[in-house]
């Protein structure tokens, strides 16, 4: 799947322009981008696309040079779930 980057947003569109996954993480406070939306179409789900969209923004956020954070449930339980991805892009 391909995926489209924006500042603060990550997605994918099928062949008809519909929104089929979709991340957003903007900047909340000063050098923090936080997670706060995760979707990902029923047809995908069960299939890792959301959390490929995590490792995605979570890339660009450490690119920015910004810390991460996340309201988003599946955001926040992924980055608990995972403490070792998040070490790996900030040299933790």
Known sequence: MEFKQEN???YAEDDNGRLIAEITFPESAPG???IDHT???PA???KGV???LVQAALRQI???GKQPAATCPYAAYWLKTHP???G???GL
Do not use: D, N, P
């Open 88 to 90: 790996k892009l900030t």
């Open 84 to 86: 070792e991805y998040l």
């Open 32 to 34: 923090t981008a936080t």
């Open 50 to 52: 959301a959390g490929e």
């Open 44 to 46: 995908l789900r069960g």
């Open 8 to 10: 603060g947003r990550i």
């Open 62 to 64: 450490a690119e920015s």
């Open 39 to 41: 979707f990902v179409s």
